[in-house]
Nanobody
Framework: QVQLVESGGGLAQAGGSLRLSCVAS??????????MRWYRQAPGNQRELVAV???????NYVDFVKGRFTISRDNAKNTVYLEMSSLKPEDTAVYYC????????WGQGTQVTVSS
C-alpha cells in the first residue's frame, strides 16, 4: 500500500498563495513512472479533479484553476507540489493527493481555507 502524506494547507486571504506538498512512499524509480493528481472536496460537494501531472512532465488543469495553480514534481524527493496563487474563497476545500497506482492511492487530505 502506497502512502501519500500531504502538507502545506492552512488559512489564506483571498488573492494570497499557498503551496501544497505530497510525499509518496514509492521508490524513486516507481515514483517517476507514476502519474500524480491533486483533487479537492468542499463541504457538501463531490471530490473533484484539480490538476494532473503525467510522467512525461505534461500538466493539465481544470478550467477553474488554470492560470492560478501549478502542479510540479521533484522525482528525487518523491514529492508532488501544488502551487496555488490568486486564491479565491471558492478554493476552500480539503485537497487530496492521488497516485495512479493499482489500486489508486490517496493521501489523508490537507485543509485549505481562503477568507474573503
Amino acid at each position: 500500500q502506497v502512502q501519500l502524506v500531504e502538507s502545506g494547507g492552512g488559512l489564506a486571504q483571498a488573492g494570497g498563495s499557498l503551496r501544497l506538498s505530497c510525499v509518496a512512499s514509492l521508490s524513486t524509480f516507481f515514483f517517476r513512472m507514476t502519474t500524480m493528481r491533486w483533487y479537492r472536496q468542499a463541504p457538501g460537494n463531490q471530490r473533484e479533479l484539480v490538476a494532473v501531472l503525467d510522467t512525461d512532465g505534461s500538466a493539465n488543469y481544470v478550467d477553474f484553476v488554470k492560470g492560478r495553480f501549478t502542479i510540479s514534481r521533484d522525482n528525487a524527493k518523491n514529492t508532488v507540489y501544488l502551487e496555488m496563487s490568486s486564491l479565491k474563497p471558492e478554493d476552500t476545500a480539503v485537497y487530496y493527493c492521488n497516485a495512479n497506482t493499482r489500486p489508486q492511492s490517496w493521501g489523508q487530505g490537507t485543509q485549505v481555507t481562503v477568507s474573503s
